[in-house]
């Protein structure tokens, strides 16, 4: 984002979404108090290793489900698919990739209370660590740096990710699937040892669009992951999971899937930028005078016989008209004398 993206009209952008989808009947960042909790059943279901996650109690079956959070924001960086290939078969590389994606409010108010509420559900998960020894700040909760030509500033931001691949004595309770093109063309993750590595359930992550149909009702159509762009207003749906992490604990966010909102900013910024750079690049021409040609001298310039030529004929002509001019002065002299006789 930069000086072609208008902030302002983003912002408030953002702000009517999140609204908008905090009435979607769905678990959302922005209204994450006791009564949303009570609402959805949601619950932190804790181990005795001190492993917990946000768990969702389906009414009136009692089934338990791991639960996901809505958390909307302005695009400020990715991870996603599909990756680079310079990676080789056998790289250690592979096995650690991510796909994540980084958002931020840019001063959005609305965003300013998701993060409040990221931070206090940070809080409650304490209870379920053993000794309360879990990791503070959160990682998911970062910063931003947005400069323009007339301010810089900082911003909270929140990021989601996920692994792609799960160690194989571990999924025993996934599913395998498969991956499929649009997620790696070039066949970059088919280089993982598949012997100690595997893409499960677990690890998929879903990319949608959001719309409304002609009767009114929210649409989600599966999309592709590279249509993300910095700048667009997401969705992000993501679990929670607290995990040990250096003799402490880690509260992340588990990225389950993305949602466009809307990229009208984000396209309207690179129409702008577009423009700029052309006129830049081939700026206004100055008009030209036309000149006038003369056929006759353009041949004359064409033929070293006729441009001899004309070099006499142009000579003998000053001859022709100094001898004139000559014969003229005369006759003139001539009839003035003949007015002075007149006049007499």
Known sequence: ?????DTSLAVAALEDHIESRAEAGLP?????????????????HGSPN?????????????????????IQGIVCKTALPPFS???????????????????????????????????????MFSRYTPKGKLKTPPDFIGS???????????????????RFFTPKKQATDYEEVTIGEEIDPHGV????????WVYTEDNKVDYYTIGVNKDGETTYTPTLPIVFQVGDIVELQASLLCVPADREHALKLVLRSVALLDGQHTTEA?????????????????????????PYALEARGNPIQRRQARVDVNEARVD??????????????????TEVMEE
Not at 1 to 5: E, I, N, P, S
Not at 144 to 162: L, M
């Open 1 to 5: 984002m930069d000086a072609y993206y």
């Open 28 to 44: 959302q960042m922005f209204i994450m108090t006791a009564e949303m909790g009570d609402r959805f059943g949601l619950n932190i």
């Open 50 to 70: 001190g492993t917990s996650k946000l768990v969702r109690h389906q009414n009136p079956s009692g089934e338990v489900e791991e639960a996901t959070i809505g």
């Open 85 to 123: 290939i310079g990676i080789r078969r056998g790289d250690n590389r592979t096995r650690h990739l991510r796909q994540g994606i980084t958002v931020t409010g840019l001063g959005s108010k609305h965003f300013d209370q998701i993060i409040a509420n990221a931070k206090h559900i940070h809080t």
């Open 144 to 162: 931003y740096e947005h400069s323009t030509d007339k301010v810089k500033a900082g911003y909270s931001t929140i990021s989601a990710s996920n």
């Open 189 to 196: 993750l088919g280089n993982v040892d598949t012997e100690k």
């Open 270 to 294: 690179m129409t702008k930028r577009m423009t700029a750079h052309m006129t830049k690049q081939h700026p206004p021409q100055p008009s030209k005078k036309l000149k006038r040609s003369n």
């Open 321 to 338: 008209v100094n001898e004139a001019g000559a014969d003229v002065a005369i006759n003139t002299s001539d009839v003035a004398g003949n």
